[in-house]
């Protein structure tokens, strides 16, 4: 009788134990819900309304990982790149033709003098001088190498905007330090194609600017004098018509290092020739050389630079990233709120038709309330054409991510995918198709979320005629809710299947994979799923990685 009662105090202790560790666990996978983002919450509550209880453990806890290794994958792709945009580099190298300048200072402070401040304290504030200077003639610094100052500039007018920048930096900054300087600073500018991008320098990302354009400025300064804006021979041939339009000319010189010839120009012929019109001081001045843009021209991008004001609302901060018919802005309103502008230059503002379905398109999105896409707050037609704006977050194009050369995990990939397919899903809904589903119209953030940017039908995007994810049908019947379910499909093979990041990473005997795959690709729309919400349910029945 001992013996069993003893039993019994045992069981009861073992059964309060079991009971206090499942308390516990609850409590834990409680906690682990809370940090999934709110749309990844609201898939899984979805979701379990369908399943069993055990089943919803099993879902949820399938997501969690999911959610985490998406994260965590994110994180490991992009750790060697800068954000897309920060320091003026774009998501993936970009070879384009560029004026640059640079700026050698040659200053020493004399302690003596009683200025206040040494040397490091005065070069940092010269540094601050030629950034402004810089920024505000539509230019980006490339890069500070101890005295050297690089700035890259843009766009049609380049050469005029850094030999304008040039200009100014030799007045301000040399009458800013006059009492403690012997030297102004010594300035050049050349001109040509170069590429821009991010390296993996020692384990960690730096900003690089390379191409024939760094190699002459390197033998242009060892002839450069004080006072005087030294160009390259290409340099100046871009800007000599404008030079003979304010009556200047500028001095051929032949140079002490190789071989190149170089062409002296004053400071203030300089300081005479085009300046963005928001800088510009026109009292007594000659007229600005200016170059209209006639209806048809498809490179307004050329035209903005940073701190201009766009569509009388949104104040342009920083490049994001651009393209053959539009480019992307990181913007700021009056009320201080952050923005995505883009400004669509393909063509598409020509045609009414066109044109007034994309804006319906865009008005449209915001009113799509899905965890999966980003919907536009404003889109209008101004001067430039077309635009749309969406929130500004700290996020990546999945082309970035991809472009990191590292294949995601499986349960990534279709964790993404079905991410995707449900946010195609409520696109369709609302009687709109995404007409691009490609990776670059796909943002990631650091929680590992995917979501889709960027829809409605443009003239480039039905002048599209090649690419993984454009279907037969597309050149007689144009986009539909069947090519996104093409392109979605391309995307997932892409990530999973395709060649490009080499073979082996999927099992052979994943079958149901490359299934969902050729249903999505089959040549006839008629014999693929006729839903993307069909698709998506087909891809959670696909078993979960091994």
Not at 107 to 125: C, N
Not at 229 to 257: F, M, S
Not at 462 to 478: D, Q, V
Request: charged letters at 25%; hydrophobic letters at 45%.
């Amino acid at each position: 009788m001992v013996m069993t009662a003893a039993a019994v105090v045992g069981a009861a202790v073992a059964l309060l134990i079991v009971a206090f560790a499942l308390r516990a666990a609850r409590r834990r996978l409680l906690a682990a819900i809370d940090r999934l983002p709110a749309a990844v919450r609201a898939q899984a509550g979805a979701d379990s309304a369908r399943r069993r209880p055990l089943d919803e453990l099993e879902a949820i806890a399938g997501e969690l990982a999911a959610q985490a290794q998406a994260s965590s994958f994110v994180a490991d792709a992009l750790a060697p790149f800068p954000e897309s945009g920060a320091r003026g580099v774009e998501s993936s190298p970009t070879s384009e033709e560029v004026a640059v300048l640079a700026v050698e200072l040659r200053r020493l402070v004399d302690r003596a003098r009683g200025s206040g401040a040494g040397p490091i304290e005065r070069h940092s504030r010269d540094l601050a001088v030629i950034d402004r200077i810089v920024v505000d003639h539509g230019g980006q610094v490339a890069g500070v190498l101890g005295h050297r100052v690089l700035a890259a500039f843009r766009g049609e007018e380049r050469t005029l905007c850094a030999v304008s920048a040039a200009a100014a930096v030799i007045g301000r900054v040399a009458a800013a330090g006059s009492a403690a300087s012997i030297e102004t600073p010594h300035v050049a500018v050349a001109s040509g194609e170069a590429w821009s991008g991010s390296v993996d320098y020692r384990g960690r990302a730096e900003s690089a600017l390379i191409g024939p354009p760094l190699q002459r400025i390197e033998r242009l300064l060892h002839d450069a004098i004080p006072g005087e804006i030294l160009l390259a021979r290409n340099a100046y041939e871009e800007i000599e018509r404008d030079l003979e339009r304010i009556g200047e000319t500028a001095v051929r010189r032949a140079g002490t290092v190789g071989a190149q010839e170089a062409y002296v120009l004053a400071a203030d012929a300089g300081a005479r020739l085009r300046l963005p019109l928001r800088a510009m001081q026109t009292g007594g001045e000659p007229e600005p050389v200016r170059v209209e843009a006639s209806p048809s021209r498809r490179t307004p991008a050329a035209r903005r630079a940073v701190g201009d004001l766009f569509a009388g609302r949104f104040e342009l901060n920083e490049r994001l990233g651009g393209g053959a018919g539009s480019d992307a802005w990181k913007a700021r309103d009056a009320a201080g709120r952050w923005f995505v502008v883009k400004r669509l230059y393909d063509g598409t503002a020509e045609d009414g038709a066109i044109a007034a379905a994309w804006l319906a398109a865009q008005r449209a999105s915001a009113a799509i309330d899905d965890a999966w896409v980003v919907g536009v707050i404003a889109a209008d037609s101004c001067d430039d054409g077309l635009y749309a704006a969406r929130a500004y977050a700290r996020d990546q194009t999945l082309r970035s991510v991809l472009g990191a050369g590292v294949r995601p995990p499986r349960g990534v990939a279709l964790s993404w995918v079905r991410q995707l397919a449900a946010g195609l899903t409520a696109i369709h809904a609302a009687g709109l198709v995404h007409a691009s589903p490609r990776a670059e119209n796909v943002v990631v953030d650091r929680c590992g979320v995917a979501r889709w940017i960027d829809l409605g039908v443009t003239r480039g995007r039905l002048r599209r005629s090649g690419g993984p994810e454009i279907p037969p049908e597309w050149s007689e019947k144009g986009p539909s809710a069947s090519t996104d379910i093409f392109g979605l499909g391309a995307l997932l093979d892409e990530m999973l299947l395709g060649p490009a990041h080499g073979a082996g990473t999927v099992s052979a005997e994943d079958d149901a994979l490359r299934h969902v795959v050729h249903a999505c690709l089959l040549e006839d729309p008629l014999l693929r799923y006729p839903s993307a919400a069909a698709l998506l349910a087909a891809l959670n029945r696909l078993p979960p990685p091994a």
